[in-house]
């Protein structure tokens, strides 16, 4: 029986993931494959999979009521994004970003699957930077919204 490996996390062993506060997700494609939007002549153009991905994303406060979504780009091989948690209500089940990342990439998932594509679209995991003030939160923001200027130069972009 072959061994699977699985790479480290790079989460924070000590920290609560459902914890207050706001987070830059990064999620890749299988195999960086670039079906989720095209850029050309400075425009992004989603692709079929590209909305769902869209519809899914603004869907997270729907389904996670402790949630809110701020900035976010689907780009041609990876989605980036900002996701708050906020505890306004008590008794919500507290959930942490794990769970919401996990089922997002599953409604779309399912979706993608429905309209016919049996395609792996999701990379294994995804990226986290927990965000830890004003600025950083400015900065990240700037990053999300430029980088469809950026592709050209972007890591994620198979050159």
Known sequence: MPTIT???????????YASQGSYFITICSEKRKQFFSQIGSGTLNLTLIGNVIDEQWRRIPERF?????????????????IITIHKTNPSIHDH????????????????????????????????????????????????????????IEDVYNKK
């Open 6 to 16: 699985r790479k480290n996390s790079l989460r924070l062993k000590t920290f609560d």
């Open 65 to 81: 009521e402790n949630t809110y979504i701020d900035e976010y780009v689907i780009m041609p091989n990876h989605i980036h994004g």
């Open 96 to 151: 942490n970003i794990g769970n919401i990342i996990q089922a997002f990439k599953n409604s779309v998932t399912r979706r993608i699957r429905n309209l016919g594509n049996e395609e792996l679209i999701w990379q294994r995991g995804f990226y986290d930077r927990i965000i830890r003030d004003q600025i950083e939160f400015n900065a990240i923001k700037a990053y999300i919204v430029n980088n469809p200027n950026n592709w």
